[in-house]
């Protein structure tokens, strides 16, 4: 059975090179298929094949969420790295919504932000981060002893208990901790049903079915008021 | 353990060919000023790399480092609270828009145990390394390339509290490399530079010379550099000299 590991983060984080350094690690021993979800446009499968000759494959969610296209189809993407012959898929997210949180039963869920970010980030980014695995932090060679000790607090704030990795992933520096964690990856049993591991906040809401009033009292479902405090998300 | 304890060990990698590198090891003591030099791309920054990472021999150098002799506690690697290692290269930087004392103090709070005041010490020290003041009110984003390499040095110090730095190509940022050099020796911190600066060399007790990736020679040149010191000193305070009467929009009409 494959072993499943799901890399999500906004654009620009470096999630590709640290798949990159994922797969230089593993590829003596394993062989890994990759799957990249995104909205209209993506290189990375075709630049991984051309590297490394491992299956590749792409899916553009259009005007679907790329993170709810994601959901659809991580199913039938196993089965294919299974028939493709893989021990390992890994499933890159498209990164465009701060809000997905495409993490999966059984599988290595990572996170992987920018220390370019700003220290604000991970709160922004919470629902990305909450449910992983291991938050992967890269060009922590560019940034402030400051501000890559804040951004770490604010980690812990979304997280407690999260594994945090620091990387300059060009160099590989600092990845041995979330190569550890992909070693100790268990593969999805045999008819094991896997799920998401908790509801991304992807509601389908009135403004979602277009309506274009303002104003809460317009509107029903999920609802906010300014005076509601404290609406980070931390996968409850 | 306490930072007056801590030695930092290189252990030798492999070179591109696949030797091992010609040197035993590299002990790094508290008060040490040690200097990486070599052309570019001759694996100057890799070092310190490894150094900041504590490789083991995970990196392409496959060097490794210890920690008192020790694989270094987890920690050291993984927690920048914790980690006894700064580096500052040119390319660290103040992301936030922030004023200078905001972010002093924004590092102070997330050190529990550093009291507030240390973050207008390390105004005033910043201040001994850079010619152009520092204000607390100064926007981070707004500093030149000197005075934040002065104010990053002075917050890793005394804010960090970090034993051991490592401080990649700063010469140029114009700051006062002696008044760095002395000041980190007295209160006992090591401190490795990557450098093309021939008085930053001098001024350090052991040069490193590297070539093609690997560690060639280790120099203790002792009090043999003495006079060549002076010389470079002598010649260093006149390029910095003329270098302030060039910024100023002085013509230099009359020989130097």
């Keep these: 059975?494959?072993?499943?590991?799901?890399?999500?983060?906004?654009?620009?984080?470096?999630?590709?090179?640290?798949?990159?350094?994922?797969?230089?690690?593993?590829?003596?021993?394993?062989?890994?298929?990759?799957?990249?979800?995104?909205?209209?446009?993506?290189?990375?499968?075709?630049?991984?094949?051309?590297?490394?000759?491992?299956?590749?494959?792409?899916?553009?969610?259009?005007?679907?969420?790329?993170?709810?296209?994601?959901?659809?189809?991580?199913?039938?993407?196993?089965?294919?790295a299974e028939d493709e012959g893989a021990d390992i898929l890994i499933y890159e997210s498209a990164g465009l919504c701060l809000r997905c949180t495409p993490y999966i039963t059984s599988s290595l869920g990572v996170c992987v932000l920018s220390s370019m970010a700003g220290t604000h980030a991970p709160l922004k980014m919470a629902p990305m981060i909450a449910l992983a695995d291991v938050a992967v932090v890269t060009k922590v060679d560019l940034v402030s002893q400051a501000e890559k000790e804040v951004f770490r607090e604010n980690i812990r704030e979304v997280s407690p208990g999260m594994d945090i990795v620091e990387s300059n992933a060009v160099q590989g520096t600092g990845l041995r901790y979330l190569l550890k964690r992909v070693d100790e990856l268990a593969s999805i049993g045999e008819g094991e049903i896997v799920k998401l591991r908790g509801m991304p906040p992807l509601g389908v809401c009135t403004v979602c079915i277009g309506k274009t009033d303002i104003g809460w009292q317009n509107h029903f479902g999920v609802i906010r008021r300014l005076k509601d405090a404290d609406n980070i998300y931390r996968g409850e | 353990m306490t930072a007056d304890e801590l030695t930092i060990t290189v252990l030798p990698g492999t070179t591109k060919s696949g030797a091992k590198e010609r040197f035993d090891r590299v002990d790094i003591r508290p008060g040490d000023t040690i200097s990486i030099v070599g052309p570019t791309g001759s694996g100057k920054t890799a070092l310190i790399n490894d150094i900041e990472v504590f490789a083991q021999g995970d990196t392409v150098t496959g060097r490794r480092i210890l920690v008192n002799g020790e694989l270094p506690p987890e920690s050291f690697v993984r927690d920048p609270s914790q980690k006894p290692i700064a580096m500052i290269t040119q390319h660290t930087k103040c992301l936030a828009d922030l004023s200078v004392r905001q972010f002093l103090d924004m590092h102070v709070r997330a050190r529990k145990n550093a009291v507030p005041q240390i973050a207008e010490e390390a105004v005033a020290l910043a201040n001994r390394f850079t010619g152009e003041k520092v204000a607390g009110d100064d926007r981070m984003s707004s500093l030149s390339g000197g005075q934040t390499r002065s104010l990053l040095i002075a917050d890793s110090v005394l804010i960090s509290g970090a034993p051991i730095l490592l401080l990649d190509e700063i010469?140029?940022?114009?700051?006062?490399?002696?008044?760095?050099?002395?000041?980190?020796?007295?209160?006992?911190?090591?401190?490795?530079?990557?450098?093309?600066?021939?008085?930053?060399?001098?001024?350090?007790?052991?040069?490193?010379?590297?070539?093609?990736?690997?560690?060639?020679q280790i120099l203790v040149p002792g009090d043999s550099e003495k006079k060549a010191l002076g010389i470079v000193a002598e010649a260093d305070a006149l390029l910095s000299g003329l270098r302030e009467r060039i910024r100023s929009g002085e013509t230099l009409k009359e020989a130097v």
């Design chain 2, 171 to 216: 010469e140029n940022a114009g700051i006062y490399k002696d008044e760095v050099i002395k000041y980190l020796r007295g209160v006992n911190k090591a401190v490795l530079f990557v450098t093309h600066d021939p008085y930053i060399s001098l001024l350090s007790d052991r040069r490193i010379v590297m070539r093609g990736g690997e560690v060639t």
């Design chain 1, 1 to 80: 059975m494959v072993r499943l590991i799901v890399v999500a983060g906004p654009p620009s984080t470096g999630k590709t090179t640290v798949i990159r350094r994922i797969i230089e690690h593993v590829r003596g021993t394993s062989k890994v298929a990759y799957l990249k979800v995104d909205v209209t446009c993506a290189f990375e499968d075709e630049e991984l094949s051309a590297e490394f000759g491992i299956p590749t494959k792409k899916i553009y969610s259009g005007d679907l969420c790329p993170d709810h296209m994601g959901i659809m189809v991580i199913e039938d993407a196993l089965g294919w």
